[in-house]
């Protein structure tokens, strides 16, 4: 054999041998390339290959440019100063914006006038009632009961002033929502048109058009229930949009069939089609008026939300709770209620009919007898003061846990290791953070959860901030939120795994679920400044309790509802418990895990915008800064960065149902 042929024959035979390697290699490139999720990976990895080089040469890494920044100070301080000049001689303030305020004082007048005349026992009796009629008879057991307390609690006159505000203003607001939903639900033109102004009226916090409504329309009540209107029509118009644009297309075909008219199919079809999410939608409503009955008391709305804003202010744990307890029972019931009438029942039999009929007469009579007898306020003898004992505990938590904790030293050196060790870090970095750096880490996080249309509107929130000038304080915001979501999940999802294996767990759970989910927002910011002092780590702590419940109510639903056929089928794999938790439980539910994170987000957001009451600085002081000074420019200014920074975090947590489909 000649030596000459023997490297030939090697070159030959390892071309041989790698032939099926690169075929293999092409596969692998093809069926990579065939997933969404790596085929979005390698564009942008080639994307950053190219565009970093160029941006760090042209921009630097330096935060946002003055350059692309809009001055509004002085349009916005030139409107706000024209409204003050105006606002007692003005056609529009005159004939218009005074004929609504008069309207609106005039409906919560009478509506407290009607509620004082019936007294404790005809409100108690009749939310009863009402509550029995629509929801069952414990319901009315928890009416009945909730009621008692409020007065129990010495707070029976601010209830009624809070509970005359609620209705006026959960009825405007159902109103303007079901015909905001009305028209996006027949209309597909208006539902685009109505989503993203749907999208700022809930992104943007409360105290951003408290301002603005406060300006015109100046301090009292009609202020307070318009900006209880702005924050609660959403839920109610996107809620009717959805049950009229999912109804059953066979059964519109087939009343069309029956040569029914557009108005008629609306009124026998569409709308009774849609009651479970119209009365939903009242539910939703309900409870975002209440959550505003605090921030309204800002602005001069009386009741228990001014309560607790004043022993905020005091630092009085006792009267806010006292105040707090009647809000989270109002929510309850009204919760409760609303929910029972959304649910299906069965038909009552004509025993139980008989029974209701008795009751209610029974109750009839009591409460004629007491109107007779005259105690139509609750007697001060029937209260019960827990203001006192309440602060006496706070006192001793304080001593004992504010310092001299064996080997943590205590509640205060908690708050002052987080904020070195977590906060200050992440909002130093996030700073340091090139703007261009951070549209791209944006775009590509919503991308990749979601579709283009996802990433170009997260960009464009974001990149609006800076055009704002308010990147700096924005970037702080964020770090306050990312590190409270961080600590909400880790928390949220421990507490979610037990709930969803064990119903003991859950039944146990859900009172407390409940209780913490309708106390209102400043109520939690008063017991973390006694334990925590004043700064970004009580605006923190109280984030996570707020954000806490949500979070473990969507996840354990989640986990509970993955398909019996998977689980069954990995344990008779000899699946561990923890294999079926993180190969099972987890994927199947990751739609739902991922709408408890963006539902985090959203509320950890709100809650760190009210903490630059008690030190949270950054964009949640200049809002309040801006209210309380009558600020235009600064408030709103830094309300429309707020929604901005909202809106980017939703597209950047939630997924779009392209990208769940795969497009």
Not at 182 to 190: N, P, Y
Not at 203 to 209: D, Q, S, T, V
Request: glycine share 8%.
């Amino acid at each position: 054999m000649s030596t000459a042929t023997t490297p030939a024959r090697a070159a030959a035979a390892r071309a041989k041998k790698t032939e099926p390697e690169a075929a293999a290699g092409a596969a692998v490139l093809k069926a990579l390339w065939a997933r969404p999720a790596a085929r979005k990976l390698l564009i942008l990895a080639a994307a950053a290959a190219v565009l970093v080089p160029v941006a760090a040469a042209t921009h630097g890494s330096g935060t946002w440019p003055s350059a692309f920044t809009v001055d509004l100070t002085k349009p916005l301080t030139g409107a706000s100063d024209w409204i003050i000049d105006n606002r007692d001689s003005h056609w529009a303030f005159l004939y218009f914006f005074g004929h609504v305020s008069g309207a609106i004082i005039g409906a919560v007048h009478a509506v407290y006038t009607v509620l004082l005349a019936l007294g404790w026992a005809g409100v108690t009796a009749t939310a009863a009632l009402l509550a029995w009629r629509v929801a069952g008879a414990r319901v009315a057991v928890v009416a009945l009961a909730s009621f008692a307390a409020c007065g129990l609690l010495g707070m029976w006159v601010p209830t009624m002033r809070t509970l005359a505000l609620m209705i006026v203003a959960v009825a405007v607001s159902v109103a303007v929502g079901a015909l905001l939903g009305l028209a996006a639900g027949l209309s597909d033109r208006t539902f685009r048109a109505l989503r993203p102004v749907l999208d700022t009226m809930q992104a943007l916090p409360a105290f951003a058009y408290l301002l603005p409504v406060v300006l015109v329309f100046g301090i009292g009540v009609a202020p307070a229930v318009l900006a209880t209107v702005v924050y609660a029509a959403p839920p109610m118009a996107r809620l009717t949009a959805l049950g009229l644009r999912s109804t059953d297309q066979g059964v519109m075909e087939a009343v069309e069939s029956l040569g029914a008219t557009g108005r008629q199919r609306l009124l026998t079809a569409r709308l009774p089609l849609a009651r479970r999410e119209l009365l939903l939608g009242v539910n939703q409503t309900i409870m975002m008026a209440l959550s505003m009955a605090v921030i309204a008391s800002v602005i001069g709305a009386d009741g228990l939300g001014d309560r607790v804003y004043q022993a905020l202010s005091t630092v009085d744990v006792g009267s806010a709770l006292a105040a707090g307890i009647p809000i989270v029972l109002l929510a309850i019931v009204l919760d409760r209620t609303t929910a029972g009438a959304a649910s299906p029942r069965s038909s009552r039999t004509t025993a139980r009919t008989r029974r209701a009929t008795a009751w209610a007469a029974g109750v009839a009579v009591v409460a004629a007898a007491a109107l007779t007898a005259g105690a139509k306020p609750w007697p001060d003898t029937w209260t019960v003061a827990i203001a006192a004992p309440v602060n006496t505990a706070k006192d001793w938590m304080v001593d004992h846990l504010y310092t001299g904790i064996p080997g943590i030293g205590g509640t205060a050196d908690l708050a002052a290791h987080y904020t070195a060790w977590v906060l200050d870090p992440l909002r130093d970095g996030l700073q340091a953070l090139p703007w261009w750096g951070a549209l791209l880490l944006v775009a590509a996080l919503a991308w990749l959860i979601g579709t283009w249309r996802t990433a170009l509107t997260a960009v464009l929130s974001l990149a609006a901030i800076g055009v704002l000038g308010r990147w700096e304080l924005s970037m702080d915001t964020l770090s306050q939120v990312v590190a409270a979501v961080a600590v909400t999940l880790v928390l949220g999802f421990a507490i979610a795994v037990p709930a969803a294996r064990s119903p003991r767990v859950e039944r146990l759970l859900r009172p407390v679920l409940d209780v913490f989910q309708t106390m209102p927002q400043f109520v939690y910011l008063i017991p973390v400044v006694a334990l925590f002092g004043i700064g970004r780590a009580p605006a923190a702590a109280a984030a996570v309790v707020y954000a806490l419940p949500a979070v473990v109510r969507i996840a354990s639903e989640g986990l509970r509802r993955v398909n019996p056929g998977a689980m069954e089928s990995a344990r008779s794999l000899g699946a561990t418990s923890g294999q079926q938790l993180r190969q099972v439980q987890f994927p199947l539910a990751r739609p739902q895990l991922l709408l408890a994170v963006n539902q985090a987000v959203v509320l950890v957001l709100s809650v760190v915008i009210i903490g630059g009451l008690v030190g949270g600085g950054a964009l949640g002081y200049e809002v309040v800064f801006g209210l309380a000074q009558g600020d235009l420019a600064t408030g709103l200014t830094a309300g429309v960065a707020i929604a901005c920074l909202g809106l980017m975090l939703d597209r950047v947590t939630q997924p779009t149902k392209g990208a769940r489909d795969g497009a």
